[in-house]
């Protein structure tokens, strides 16, 4: 007899850029031995194989392509099969909530939990400046604003609205470290 085996814990995190999400993913994989998925991953790595600079006007602009070509379920339909046939832990972290798709396929799971990680404007454009991590993070304030202001942007304070819980990422990382433990508690 087959025995019943329990559904993985889906944890969607939702937020700007620069709020923490990358840490908040990070931890939960390291101290929860959660596996972390990105809805961004497969754009980052197809503009990888293809020479093309990361950069958030380049990931909309492909994201914008495949979605006008494809659907705007394009990268949903990519990480429901990314996860069938990758997913093996009970805790999985999907990162990066950006459309009405994704929040749907987080909700659509049998156990799941939607996690909005925020931070104010200025010290989110802070923390993008010191990581450095796409060509265009070196803005002005005004800049970083317009480009967290696209199409793609667009939805993440609704869900944000919308999650069961609500990390604000003021302080160290000690301080989100607790943060997280506490919701993780919670859940």
Not at 56 to 81: C, E, P, Q
Not at 112 to 127: C, D, F, G, M
Not at 151 to 161: A, H, P, T
Request: glycine share 6%.
């Amino acid at each position: 007899m087959k025995k019943d085996v329990k559904p993985p814990l889906i944890i969607g995190l939702v937020g700007e850029a620069g709020s923490g999400k990358d840490t908040v993913a990070s931890y939960i994989k390291k101290k929860y031995q959660a596996e972390e998925f990105r809805f961004s991953y497969m754009l980052v790595n197809a503009l990888k194989i293809l020479d093309i600079p990361i950069s958030r006007a380049n990931l909309a602009w492909f994201m914008n392509i495949l979605k006008r070509k494809f659907g705007s379920d394009v990268l949903t339909k990519a990480m429901k099969k990314t996860m069938r046939e990758l997913a093996r832990k009970p805790i999985i972290v999907i990162n990066g909530i950006r459309l009405p798709s994704d929040y749907d396929f987080i909700r659509k799971q049998r156990r799941n939990k939607i996690i909005y990680v925020t931070a104010p404007a200025r010290l989110r454009w802070q923390r993008v400046l010191k990581r450095g991590e796409k060509k265009d993070d070196e803005v002005s304030f005004r800049e970083f604003l317009k480009l967290n202001a696209g199409e793609n942007e667009r939805y993440i304070r609704c869900f944000g609205r919308k999650a069961d819980y609500k990390i604000e990422n003021l302080g160290g990382l000690p301080e989100l470290k607790d943060k997280i433990d506490e919701t993780i508690k919670k859940i």
